[in-house]
């Protein structure tokens, strides 16, 4: 114990609160259909460590009568590290958390694995396929993820995000379900500097095009939202 103790180590850590405001989200309409204006709080935590890495986050929605609260906790596990286009192979995992005030619940375990890449001109690249065993609150209680993360800067010029492309995956589902894909990017502008703040203090937009939104055929999203970020 006191061997692992000792080659435990956090290399470095980031935190951060946002707030997101936007209208066009599928998950809160009104009866006629049209998007509600809703707010969105996020705190989350991204780090590395000598046995891998760790990323969370809490999401919470308002707006109007709907509220919910929605998380993620990410951790993965270092199998191979090496040179090259490929610089390493991790072990993944994913617990998927939720619930809101329409009664909907929410408990998915993802596992799988994946590849850090480093990418010409770019922070961070990384390519996860996982299995998902889902709650049945729409249906689809299994499928399989692709995930991509990616980030860069230009500058102070920030571009990061995701992209979740989804199979469906139960063939008693019948055709009502398929596949899904969420393509989330954020485009900030960091405007420490500017401040004369140590962390960063990030403006800008986030866009979510999400097609087949939980996997139900033809429920579509494209929002945009205003961003606002600190860096803690």
Same mark, same amino acid.
């Given at each position: ?20 405001? $936007? ?19 996020? &705190? ?18 308002? $707006? ?6 929605? +998380? ?25 958390? +939720? ?10 375990? &993802? ?9 010409? $001109? ?28 990616? $980030? ?74 205003? &961003? ?5």
């Amino acid at each position: 114990l006191l061997s692992v103790s000792a080659q435990a180590e956090q290399f470095w850590a980031d935190n951060s609160i946002s707030v997101l405001y $936007g209208s066009d989200y599928e998950f809160n309409q009104d009866a006629s259909g049209d998007g509600v204006d809703t707010t969105t709080m996020t &705190l989350e935590h991204v780090s590395g460590h000598s046995w891998g890495g760790l990323f969370l986050f809490v999401d919470r929605h308002n $707006g109007g009568a709907y509220s919910e609260t929605y +998380g993620e906790f990410s951790p993965t596990y270092n199998l191979v590290k090496m040179d090259g286009f490929v610089s390493g192979i991790n072990a993944a995992m994913t617990y998927e958390f +939720g619930s809101a005030s329409n009664g909907q619940q929410l408990d998915n375990f &993802l596992w799988g694995a994946g590849v850090d890449l480093k990418v010409p $001109g770019m922070d961070f690249a990384s390519a996860t396929l996982y299995y998902a065993d889902n709650t049945e609150a729409f249906g689809n209680s299994t499928d399989y993820q692709l995930t991509l993360a990616y $980030g860069a800067h230009f500058g102070d010029i920030i571009i990061d995000g995701f992209l979740d492309y989804s199979f469906e995956n139960d063939e008693d589902n019948g055709a009502f379900f398929t596949d899904s894909m969420n393509f989330t990017p954020q485009i900030t502008y960091d405007l420490a500097p500017t401040l004369g703040l140590k962390n960063k203090f990030k403006v800008g937009v986030e866009y979510s095009y999400w097609t087949n939104q939980f996997g139900i055929d033809g429920n579509d999203q494209s929002a945009v939202s205003l &961003l606002l970020k600190a860096h803690l």
